[in-house]
């Protein structure tokens, strides 16, 4: 199984689209991302795209993803919100990052003897 082969997993909850796109988003992908939110998308809520399964940001398709968004009659950079550390580099002006706290092994209270927390003295 290729590991970049571009998938989209979608659902919908209280009003919101939730999109998870998976793999290499290159321009084909792209398009198909925002042709699956045209047609999910139903004017209310928000779209929220988990950026945690993307393998790569190709700047290329970055560029096409915020055009489009732009100039879209049916989402709006305001009604996106992006999840995952891909996330700022692919959110069009106007849309929302979730900042995702720092995983540590131990939650932050050092008890844990090679956890960046410990040796830092938290």
Known sequence: MNTDQF???YRK???NLHVRPRGNPDNEAVRELLELIHEKYERRG???IDTSDLSTHDPGSIR???TMIESSPVVSPAD???KGAKGMAIAPDGSRVLSQPRKRCCGGNGNCANCSCHSSGH
Request: aromatic residues 26%; charged residues 25%.
């Open 7 to 9: 998938k989209i997993e």
């Open 13 to 15: 909850s209280r009003g």
């Open 46 to 48: 928000f779209v929220f």
């Open 64 to 66: 096409i993803f915020k």
């Open 80 to 82: 996106l919100v992006f």
